[in-house]
């Protein structure tokens, strides 16, 4: 009895130490994947390097990447910084014997062997604290065990935020039945690289920033298919703070999103929606031009060519009356308005964000698939897509990453999106010629919801 | 007096490694500067041939590139303060940091990376950041042998000379003693 006491003694005491240090490394790893990865800031600032590069471009992930991959930019060669290459020689170096070695390579620029490293590799005064975060994260940067929030071995969670109440309540709802259907499609094929994929659900109503704060404790990896008014202050700086993408967003944006941001749309944004209503009218053969929109900014009427421009909401009854029937173009949001007030004898083009095939008449047996629905399905289908691309090893822009060099993709058929480097919206917009008008004029297109 | 020699030797080593020769002596060593319309970080119009009527370094950089332009910019702006702080044999020398992303670089978008590095630029300050029409740009990055249309592909070389002299490069990593060297070379 007294023996097995002081054998179970000694094996918690020597079990102690390795518990504590399991669960100190872990919250290390945590602290220094921030720093690795950019979303925390070397306490010393701009300082922190002797280059003193501005402290958010001083992350080691900027140049060794997320995954620790390592790669070439301006013909100069980055070294991998994963554990199983740092641990083997490499171009006739050896390997780094210890984590002091690698420390010493990251704060006095002395790499394998102690050969200098090339200027562009920035010299480090990291605080004691730092060294002792960056260390653990190194041995698992690019390993399975290297994941971002909201993922984890065997779930990606994901996120969406549409109002689920008020009058846009029935969207919401069928925005949120269209990404449950297309999950449920990729979950019963066994999800993606072996994870399911689930969705949370906040509403837009009461704010991104109070969605985010809802999920702090079980973070979810991306947004998909959100639904808000541009207008709602720093929704998109709040993604970008929080390093959260937003894929296949169904915002209608004035403008599209940049590269740099953390949103890759749906929808063509208003702006190319009115470029494209320009050309259709362009070819008008007579009368007057006549183009109706939502937004500011429409385009200066500089040549002859151009059509005048008017707001869906300003009195067009009136201002239709005093011109002769000509050609005239509208957005979708402006159909309701502008068919309400058309006399009879103008040529109308509808300009759309998408392909028509979101909007054709629900096929049989396919009740539920309002517009909205097929957008959700459509930015679950994307988003998968995505997620298998990216591969297993994920980090928070893999998606965006993706994006960055996807040619042309399908999502269904007579759906195609168009993503690239300098391209961050799926649908290009779609003219439909709708005919002259009659009198009190009518094909009643409704906007979905 | 062997010490002496060693040394010798491992400057030349790392000058060799850290500036690239120019191409070849002669003619090749010539760039043929175009006068292209460029447009400054404050939006004021600029012609890269008066701009290259003394010593210059130009280099080539876009504000969305993560890797090695912020360490280059660093490192120009190094080479900045020291002409500033000592000219010696080098006067007068201008930076030209030239966008190889017009469509991504309008001047608003330099003047916010410019404000992230701390950077004083305009030609009172010895440096100008400079964007502008694409086609225009394609002239400058050919006659640098700048690869066109890829901006990650784009070099990190800097070139160093002036309108009328011959030119010479270094890799933008170059510290700044050699730097500050070459353009004593280039200023002769």
């Given at each position: 009895?007294?023996?097995?006491?002081?054998?179970?003694?000694?094996?918690?005491?020597?079990?102690?130490?390795?518990g504590?240090?399991?669960?100190?490394?872990?919250?290390?790893?945590?602290?220094?994947?921030?720093?690795?990865?950019?979303?925390?800031?070397?306490?010393?600032?701009?300082?922190v390097?002797?280059?003193?590069?501005?402290?958010?471009?001083?992350?080691?992930?900027?140049?060794?990447?997320?995954?620790?991959?390592?790669?070439?930019?301006?013909?100069?060669?980055?070294?991998?910084?994963?554990?199983?290459?740092?641990?083997q020689?490499?171009?006739?170096?050896?390997?780094?014997?210890?984590?002091?070695?690698?420390?010493?390579?990251?704060?006095?620029?002395?790499?394998?062997?102690?050969?200098?490293?090339?200027?562009?590799?920035?010299?480090?005064?990291?605080?004691?604290?730092?060294?002792q975060?960056?260390?653990?994260?190194?041995?698992r940067?690019?390993?399975?065990?290297?994941?971002?929030?909201?993922?984890?071995?065997?779930?990606?969670?994901?996120?969406?935020?549409?109002?689920?109440?008020?009058?846009a309540?029935?969207?919401?709802?069928?925005?949120?039945?269209?990404?449950?259907?297309?999950?449920?499609?990729?979950?019963a094929?066994?999800?993606?690289?072996?994870?399911?994929?689930?969705?949370?659900?906040?509403?837009?109503r009461?704010?991104?920033?109070?969605?985010?704060?809802?999920?702090?404790?079980?973070?979810?990896?991306?947004?998909?298919?959100?639904?808000?008014?541009?207008?709602?202050?720093?929704?998109?700086a709040?993604?970008?703070?929080?390093?959260?993408?937003?894929?296949?967003?169904?915002?209608?944006?004035?403008?599209?999103?940049?590269?740099?941001?953390?949103?890759?749309?749906?929808?063509?944004?208003?702006?190319?929606?009115?470029?494209?209503?320009?050309?259709?009218?362009?070819?008008?053969?007579?009368?007057?031009?006549?183009?109706?929109?939502?937004?500011?900014?429409?385009?200066?009427?500089?040549?002859?060519?151009?059509?005048?421009?008017?707001?869906?909401?300003?009195?067009?009854?009136?201002?239709?009356?005093?011109?002769?029937?000509?050609?005239?173009?509208?957005?979708?949001?402006?159909?309701?308005?502008?068919?309400?007030?058309?006399?009879?004898?103008?040529?109308?083009?509808?300009?759309?964000?998408?392909?028509?095939?979101?909007?054709?008449s629900?096929?049989?047996?396919?009740?539920?698939?309002?517009?909205?629905?097929?957008?959700?399905?459509?930015?679950?289908?994307?988003?998968?897509?995505?997620?298998?691309?990216?591969?297993?090893?994920l980090?928070e822009?893999?998606?965006?990453?993706?994006?960055?060099?996807?040619?042309?993709?399908?999502?269904?058929?007579?759906?195609?999106?168009?993503?690239?480097?300098?391209?961050?919206?799926?649908?290009?917009?779609?003219?439909?010629?709708?005919?002259?008008?009659?009198?009190?004029?009518?094909?009643?297109l409704?906007?979905?919801? | 007096?062997?010490?002496?020699?060693?040394?010798?030797?491992?400057?030349?080593?790392?000058?060799?490694?850290?500036?690239?020769?120019?191409?070849?002596?002669?003619?090749?060593?010539?760039?043929?500067?175009?006068?292209?319309r460029?447009?400054?970080?404050?939006?004021?119009?600029?012609?890269?041939?008066?701009?290259?009527?003394?010593?210059?370094?130009?280099?080539?950089?876009?504000?969305?590139?993560?890797?090695?332009?912020?360490?280059q910019?660093?490192?120009?702006?190094?080479?900045?303060?020291?002409?500033?702080?000592?000219?010696?044999?080098?006067?007068?020398?201008?930076?030209?940091?030239?966008?190889?992303?017009?469509?991504?670089?309008?001047?608003?978008?330099?003047?916010?990376?410019?404000?992230?590095?701390?950077?004083?630029?305009?030609?009172?300050?010895?440096?100008?950041?400079?964007?502008?029409?694409?086609?225009?740009?394609?002239?400058?990055?050919?006659?640098?042998?700048?690869?066109?249309g890829?901006?990650?592909?784009?070099?990190?070389?800097?070139?160093?000379?002036?309108?009328?002299?011959?030119?010479?490069?270094?890799?933008?990593?170059?510290?700044?003693?050699?730097?500050?060297?070459?353009?004593?070379?280039?200023?002769?």
């Amino acid at each position: 009895m007294k023996r097995l006491a002081a054998i179970l003694l000694s094996l918690l005491a020597a079990c102690g130490p390795f518990g504590a240090a399991a669960a100190d490394d872990e919250a290390l790893a945590g602290r220094g994947r921030a720093l690795y990865q950019g979303h925390a800031a070397f306490a010393r600032g701009s300082e922190v390097t002797a280059l003193r590069l501005p402290v958010e471009m001083a992350a080691c992930a900027r140049c060794h990447g997320a995954t620790g991959a390592g790669g070439r930019e301006g013909g100069q060669p980055v070294p991998p910084l994963r554990a199983a290459a740092l641990r083997q020689p490499r171009d006739g170096r050896p390997a780094f014997s210890d984590d002091a070695a690698v420390l010493r390579a990251i704060t006095q620029g002395r790499g394998r062997g102690g050969a200098a490293l090339a200027p562009a590799m920035p010299r480090y005064a990291l605080q004691v604290g730092e060294a002792q975060a960056l260390l653990p994260y190194l041995r698992r940067v690019g390993t399975d065990t290297d994941r971002p929030p909201g993922v984890s071995d065997g779930a990606v969670r994901l996120g969406a935020v549409v109002p689920l109440g008020g009058p846009a309540a029935a969207t919401g709802a069928a925005i949120v039945a269209g990404l449950r259907a297309g999950f449920a499609e990729a979950n019963a094929r066994g999800g993606v690289h072996g994870r399911r994929i689930e969705l949370q659900v906040q509403d837009a109503r009461a704010g991104v920033r109070q969605a985010l704060a809802a999920w702090q404790g079980e973070p979810v990896y991306a947004l998909v298919g959100g639904l808000w008014s541009e207008a709602q202050e720093g929704a998109d700086a709040l993604l970008a703070q929080a390093h959260l993408p937003h894929i296949a967003t169904l915002v209608v944006r004035e403008q599209p999103p940049r590269a740099a941001d953390w949103s890759a749309d749906l929808l063509a944004p208003v702006a190319l929606q009115r470029d494209a209503l320009v050309q259709a009218l362009a070819a008008c053969p007579a009368g007057a031009r006549l183009a109706v929109a939502h937004g500011e900014g429409a385009p200066a009427t500089a040549s002859a060519d151009a059509p005048r421009w008017l707001a869906p909401q300003s009195d067009l009854r009136a201002a239709l009356r005093q011109m002769p029937p000509g050609c005239i173009g509208y957005t979708l949001a402006s159909a309701p308005a502008v068919q309400a007030a058309l006399p009879a004898g103008w040529t109308q083009t509808l300009v759309l964000p998408m392909p028509a095939a979101v909007l054709e008449s629900a096929a049989a047996g396919e009740r539920a698939a309002t517009p909205w629905y097929r957008l959700g399905l459509a930015a679950a289908r994307l988003t998968t897509e995505l997620l298998s691309r990216a591969g297993r090893q994920l980090h928070e822009r893999a998606l965006l990453d993706v994006l960055d060099r996807m040619p042309e993709l399908e999502l269904s058929p007579g759906l195609p999106v168009h993503y690239g480097r300098q391209r961050r919206h799926g649908f290009s917009p779609l003219l439909v010629p709708l005919g002259v008008s009659a009198d009190a004029a009518t094909p009643t297109l409704r906007q979905g919801g | 007096m062997r010490r002496r020699g060693a040394l010798a030797t491992l400057g030349a080593a790392c000058a060799g490694g850290w500036a690239a020769p120019a191409r070849a002596q002669g003619d090749s060593s010539r760039v043929t500067v175009p006068d292209a319309r460029l447009l400054d970080q404050a939006g004021g119009a600029q012609r890269l041939r008066a701009l290259c009527d003394r010593p210059v370094v130009v280099g080539f950089f876009y504000t969305g590139c993560s890797t090695v332009c912020p360490p280059q910019t660093a490192m120009l702006r190094a080479l900045r303060q020291r002409l500033d702080a000592a000219p010696r044999g080098a006067p007068g020398v201008r930076l030209l940091s030239i966008t190889v992303d017009p469509l991504g670089d309008p001047p608003e978008a330099i003047r916010a990376y410019a404000r992230r590095f701390e950077l004083r630029l305009g030609l009172d300050a010895g440096w100008l950041m400079l964007t502008g029409d694409a086609a225009e740009l394609r002239r400058v990055w050919t006659a640098f042998g700048v690869p066109v249309g890829d901006p990650e592909a784009h070099s990190s070389l800097l070139w160093l000379g002036s309108a009328r002299g011959r030119w010479t490069r270094a890799s933008a990593l170059t510290p700044t003693d050699t730097l500050v060297d070459l353009l004593r070379g280039v200023a002769a």
